[in-house]
C-alpha cells in the first residue's frame, strides 16, 4: 500500500522523520524530568500489596509521596529516571514519526485523514513504540523504582545499581525474553493511549482553530495547546487502568519455570481481586493521571514549539550536515 500525501492545517506538508526525531526527542526529555516523581509514586502504589481494613482511608499518593522522600530522600522519586531519559527520545521519535506514517497509509485519495483514520493511527504508533522501546525500558525503569533503599546511605546498595546494570542483571539472570516482559499489555496500554490521546488531541485542536480563524493556518497559543493536552492526555489512564496495574506487577517479579505469560497474568489479577478487591485493579490512578496528563501538556507543547520553529527556521538534516 503506497502512502498518500497527507494535507495538514492550511494544506501544509506534514513534519519531516527529522523534525520529528528533534521535536519529539526534546518534548520527551522535558516531560521525564518534570513528571518522573509523579511516576515513581504511582508505581509504589500499584505494587503494594496491603488490604485496606474495614473504614480505613486508602493510602494516597500524597502519603506515599512522603514515605519515600523520608525513607530513600527526594532522589528517591527520581529512581528509574536513567531507563526513562535513555528511552524518551527514540520513544518519542517513533511515536511521532510512525503517527505520521500511518497517517499517510490512513488517508483517503485526496490526503484527508478521518477521524477514525486518527484514532487507529495513534493505535499502530503506541503499540510500535511500546515494541520497540517502552516494553524493555520499563522493565527496568520498574525494577529500579520497586527497590526501597535510601539514596543517601551509600552502606544500602540496592541489587540494581542503576539502568544499565539493571538491565545486565536481568538479562543475566533471567535472560533476553525478561525485557520483554508484558509485551503484550504495554502495547494494548500504549495501543489505547495513543488512539485515545492523539484523537482527542486532534478534534480539540481542530475545534479551537475553527473557532479561532486567526489560527487556522499556524499553531495554536502554547497556553491552548498545553490545556489541550492535559484534557486528551487524561483520557487515556481512565479507559485502561486495570491494564497498567496488572503490567507493572507483571514486570516487577521474575517469571516462574513453565509459567505462560497469559497464566501470570491470569493469577495476577485473580490474586488482586481476591485478596485486595475490585478497588486494587485502580491503585495509582491518581498519580498516573497527575502524571500523564500534565507530561502529554508539556510533550504537545514542547513538539508544536520546537516544530514550529525547526519548520520556520528551515532547518533540514541532508546527508548528516544541517542546512538554514
Known amino acids: 500500500m503506497s502512502a498518500k500525501s497527507v494535507k495538514g492545517p492550511g494544506g501544509k506538508k506534514p513534519a519531516s522523520a527529522a523534525t520529528n526525531l528533534i521535536a519529539g526527542g526534546g518534548a520527551g526529555m522535558m516531560e521525564a524530568l518534570v513528571c518522573h516523581p509523579l511516576d515513581t509514586i504511582k508505581v509504589r502504589m500499584q505494587l503494594s500489596r496491603r488490604k485496606r481494613a474495614p473504614g480505613a482511608k486508602p493510602r494516597g499518593f500524597i502519603t506515599t509521596g512522603k514515605e519515600i522522600v523520608k525513607r530513600e530522600t527526594v532522589l528517591g522519586l527520581y529512581k528509574g529516571l536513567g531507563a526513562v531519559v535513555t528511552g524518551i527520545v527514540p520513544k518519542m521519535a517513533i511515536r511521532f514519526t510512525s503517527y505520521e506514517w500511518y497517517k499517510q497509509l490512513l488517508a483517503n485519495k485526496d490526503g484527508i485523514v478521518s477521524g477514525e483514520a486518527t484514532f487507529f493511527a495513534g493505535l499502530g504508533a503506541g503499540v510500535t513504540e511500546a515494541v520497540a522501546v517502552v516494553t524493555p525500558m520499563e522493565v527496568v525503569k520498574i525494577r529500579l523504582q520497586a527497590q526501597?533503599?535510601?539514596?543517601?546511605?551509600?552502606?544500602?546498595?540496592?541489587?540494581?545499581?542503576?539502568?544499565?546494570?539493571?538491565?545486565?542483571?536481568?538479562?543475566?539472570?533471567?535472560?533476553?525474553?525478561?525485557?520483554?516482559?508484558?509485551?503484550?499489555?504495554?502495547?494494548?496500554?500504549?495501543?489505547?493511549?495513543?488512539?485515545?490521546?492523539?484523537?482527542?488531541?486532534?478534534?480539540?485542536?481542530?475545534?479551537?482553530?475553527?473557532?479561532?480563524?486567526?489560527?487556522?493556518?499556524?499553531?495554536?497559543?502554547?497556553?491552548?495547546?498545553?490545556?489541550?493536552?492535559?484534557?486528551?492526555?487524561?483520557?487515556?489512564?481512565?479507559?485502561?487502568?486495570?491494564?497498567?496495574?496488572?503490567?507493572?506487577?507483571?514486570?516487577?517479579?521474575?517469571?516462574?519455570?513453565?509459567?505462560?505469560?497469559?497464566?501470570?497474568?491470569?493469577?495476577?489479577?485473580?490474586?488482586?481481586?481476591?485478596?485486595?478487591?475490585?478497588?486494587?485493579f485502580y491503585k495509582g490512578i491518581t498519580p498516573r493521571i497527575m502524571r500523564v496528563a500534565p507530561g502529554q501538556a508539556v510533550t504537545f507543547t514542547v513538539y508544536e514549539y520546537l516544530k514550529g520553529w525547526l519548520e520556520n527556521t528551515n532547518l533540514a538534516i541532508v546527508g548528516g550536515k544541517y542546512e538554514e
Open 148 to 280: 526501597h533503599h535510601s539514596m543517601a546511605d551509600p552502606l544500602d546498595v540496592p541489587k540494581y545499581r542503576n539502568a544499565a546494570h539493571a538491565a545486565f542483571t536481568v538479562v543475566k539472570e533471567e535472560g533476553i525474553g525478561a525485557m520483554y516482559r508484558g509485551v503484550s499489555l504495554t502495547a494494548l496500554r500504549q495501543g489505547t493511549n495513543q488512539a485515545v490521546n492523539f484523537s482527542a488531541y486532534t478534534e480539540f485542536k481542530a475545534l479551537l482553530q475553527r473557532l479561532q480563524p486567526a489560527y487556522h493556518e499556524k499553531g495554536l497559543p502554547s497556553y491552548q495547546t498545553m490545556f489541550i493536552g492535559l484534557v486528551s492526555g487524561a483520557m487515556g489512564p481512565l479507559s485502561n487502568a486495570p491494564i497498567d496495574t496488572i503490567k507493572t506487577r507483571l514486570q516487577k517479579t521474575p517469571a516462574e519455570a513453565g509459567e505462560t505469560a497469559i497464566s501470570r497474568v491470569r493469577v495476577i489479577a485473580s490474586d488482586m481481586f481476591k485478596q485486595e478487591g475490585f478497588h486494587a
